[in-house]
């Protein structure tokens, strides 16, 4: 059953009054872009398992599993807020605690064009070894002002299409901040939406190194795994891991090996030596893990000794 309730408040809240589709859907004209028609629809039947979802299919990135990222994305005021959190019976979150599904691209947040700031950004890309086909599959983009100015936006998705976080980069040649972070949490799967669980994955620290490696990698934004990739890795039918951490990480690499061998995992240590998958490019990682052997536990014993 449509809540009539939800609906009045969105309506207050974009300045507009939505029109019923189908599925207890209302559509509205997106204050993201200006559309040509109304493609942002937010679901209002409390009987559903979507309700209080919104996206505009015209956007394609621009949803959520609640309305509370699109109210904050207009500045509703706090009394809407509060209003449509209650209706929807959602709790409310600091910045720090803000559930992943409450976030958004950055407002600023661009796709690539013709413009200067534009081609300074993929003159960084391109540096960093990222083709067009990378940039496109993976929505990358970029921001030439606001809280992420002169940075690269690398968002990450998961199983479902939406997304849990982003990662950015300045393109600056002398940046004051190479990086900045989203509030949120970091226990999510990076990039699962591309990733087959079917296959063999292969572990890395940062999404540079990701797009490098290309094939069914999963960034762990650093040298430690989050609890929710743990918890997936573990429980799956995977059986091949391969680990391709900085040399400076080995003992981390190594904590990470004996887990997943305890756990009747077939585990590849990818020896990088002094260099990273983002600086050795697809072709030559590709042949450095086709030669890497499976680590046995001698070969586990042995490394944590030379440590």
Not at 43 to 64: A, E, Q, R, V
Request: with cysteine; aromatic share 10%.
């Amino acid at each position: 059953m449509v809540n009539h309730l939800l609906v009045n408040t969105i309506n207050k809240a974009l300045g507009q009054a939505g029109y019923p589709t189908a599925r207890g859907n209302y559509a509205y004209n997106c204050p993201r872009k200006n559309h040509r028609h109304a493609k942002l629809e937010v679901n209002c039947d409390d009987s559903s398992p979507y309700y209080g979802n919104f996206s505009c299919w015209g956007c394609g990135d621009f949803k959520g599993k609640t309305v509370i990222p699109l109210l904050k994305y207009i500045k509703a005021p706090q009394p809407l807020m509060n209003e449509a959190r209650s209706i929807l019976k959602v709790k409310s979150y600091n910045k720090i605690e803000e559930k992943n599904e409450d976030l958004l691209l950055p407002p600023e947040f661009k796709n690539f064009d013709s413009s200067l700031p534009s081609r300074h950004a993929m003159v960084y890309l391109k540096s960093r070894g990222i083709t067009k086909e990378d940039i496109e599959k993976y929505n990358i983009g970029y921001c030439e002002s606001g809280e992420y100015k002169n940075m690269i936006i690398i968002p990450s998705y998961d199983k479902d299409g939406i997304l849990n976080y982003f990662m950015t980069r300045s393109f600056e040649k002398e940046p004051y901040r190479k990086t900045k972070n989203p509030k949120v949490s970091r226990n999510i799967i990076p990039f699962e939406l591309f990733i087959n669980w079917d296959l063999p994955i292969i572990l890395c620290e940062g999404p540079f190194d990701a797009l490098a490696i290309k094939r069914n990698t999963i960034p762990l934004l650093g040298k430690l795994i989050s609890k929710e990739l743990m918890i997936k890795i573990v429980s799956s039918t995977i059986k091949k891991i391969y680990i391709a951490l900085d040399k400076d990480a080995l003992s981390r690499s190594l904590q990470l090996a004996e887990k997943f061998m305890s756990e009747d995992k077939v585990v590849y240590l990818v020896d990088l030596e002094d260099e990273d998958p983002s600086d050795l490019g697809f072709e030559k990682f590709t042949k450095l893990i086709q030669n890497t052997h499976p680590l046995t536990q001698y070969k586990l014993l042995e490394k944590k000794l030379n440590i």
